[in-house]
């Protein structure tokens, strides 16, 4: 079984562009979690979504959003790039039913602005 | 404000010693208590999880240790391999569903030494 697969694996962007994150959760989870990782730091909580419906949101400018489709795929946006928000984003999915559901990660993208 | 407090922030193990990784939170509504291994240019990977109601669980070398009225738990890797090394984040959630974001640990640098 594939597990959540995340795309592009690099991106080098210019400070004010735009930038989109592309996710696939593993097949039967429903939720997708983005998380941002800064070097030499633990991930913070970006967004939540389950069954298509934003979940939760963390303390992030509205420059972030994100969005899951009927597949449960999902993708994150950044707009008017800054220095401080290159770092590594990370997807994770999980079934998202019920009590103990485990969340996979996928191997991130790491996002440089410059 | 920081959730969940982890320490060390780096640790230093001879081959076949005991690593021992340390978090502590603050919000009693934490109920699953996960800890994940991360390697360079990789996502975090689910090593082994805990909810409250039991104060210990052994998986294989990895064994975590649960004290609810300290609010702390640790994480114990028995005879340490130089494949171990990497970065250890414990994480915390709420909520009894399974669509509530993780709270991370600022991570533990482990580096075994033959």
């Known amino acids: 079984d594939a597990g959540v697969t995340q795309s592009p694996t690099h991106l080098i962007k210019t400070r004010g562009q735009q930038v989109t994150l592309r996710c696939s959760p593993i097949?039967?989870?429903?939720?997708v979690s983005w998380y941002q990782q800064v070097l030499g730091q633990g991930p913070q909580f970006i967004f939540q979504y389950y069954e298509k419906e934003e979940r939760g949101r963390g303390n992030f400018p509205d420059r972030f959003s994100a969005r899951q489709f009927p597949n449960y795929s999902s993708e994150l946006n950044v707009n008017a790039l800054l220095l401080g928000d290159s770092a590594l984003y990370l997807c994770a999915s999980s079934w998202g039913g019920g009590a103990n559901t485990e969340a996979f990660f996928g191997q991130g993208t790491r996002l440089t602005v410059v | 404000q920081q959730q969940v407090k982890q320490s060390p922030q780096s640790l230093i193990v001879q081959k076949g010693g005991i690593s021992i990784i340390n978090c502590a939170y603050e919000?009693?509504?934490?109920?699953?208590f996960p800890w994940y291994q991360q390697f360079p240019g990789k996502g975090p990977a689910l090593l082994i999880a805990?909810?409250?109601?039991?104060s210990e669980k052994k998986e294989g070398r990895f064994t975590i240790s649960f004290n609810k009225s300290a609010k702390q738990f640790s994480l114990h890797i028995m005879d340490s391999q130089p494949g171990d090394s990497a970065t250890y984040f414990c994480a915390a959630r709420k909520g009894s569903a399974g669509n509530t974001p993780l709270v991370f640990g600022k991570g533990t640098r482990l580096s075994v030494i033959a």
């Open positions: 805990i909810r409250p109601d039991v």
């Open positions: 097949s039967g989870h429903k939720s």
């Open positions: 919000n009693t509504a934490f109920d699953y």
